[in-house]
């Protein structure tokens, strides 16, 4: 059962920007409290947080992407965005949307046990 769907993804330039979307129902008819995730993983690497947004309006950044990514949500629409400035190919990847409970202390982690939800992932490619 596909409970999210990614879409956005394509061919970017060092330098361009890009959005990914998430739709996903089960944002708010699973959890009352929850975390939504985007995660990435580059080809023959591990996959990787990148950023988490709380429903109580918390975001979390990875450093690798701080300043230049920035996540956000449409609540009535149940819809995850993900705003990109590229930098360069190390950003090519498979990217994720993902949504798990709020952990206890209250915050997003990157640790993917934490989600029990994933798309399918939409591929960036970084070319020049």
């Known amino acids: 059962q596909i409970r999210l769907v990614e879409s956005g993804g394509g061919s970017v330039q060092p330098g361009g920007s890009l959005r990914l979307t998430c739709v996903g129902p089960?944002?708010?008819?699973?959890?009352?409290?929850?975390?939504l995730g985007w995660f990435r993983q580059p080809p023959g690497n591990e996959r990787e947080g990148i950023t988490t947004?709380?429903?109580?309006?918390?975001?979390t950044y990875a450093n690798s992407v701080k300043g230049r990514f920035t996540i956000s949500r449409d609540n009535a629409k149940n819809i995850l965005y993900l705003q990109m400035n590229i930098r360069n190919a190390e950003e090519n990847a498979m990217y994720y949307c993902?949504?798990?409970?709020?952990?206890?202390?209250?915050?997003?982690?990157?640790?993917?046990?934490?989600?029990?939800?994933w798309g399918q992932g939409t591929q960036v490619t970084v070319s020049s």
């Open positions: 993902s949504y798990g409970p709020l952990r206890v202390g209250g915050d997003c982690g990157f640790e993917e046990r934490g989600y029990i939800y």
């Open positions: 089960v944002f708010t008819h699973t959890h009352n409290n929850y975390c």
């Open positions: 947004s709380a429903n109580n309006g918390t975001t």
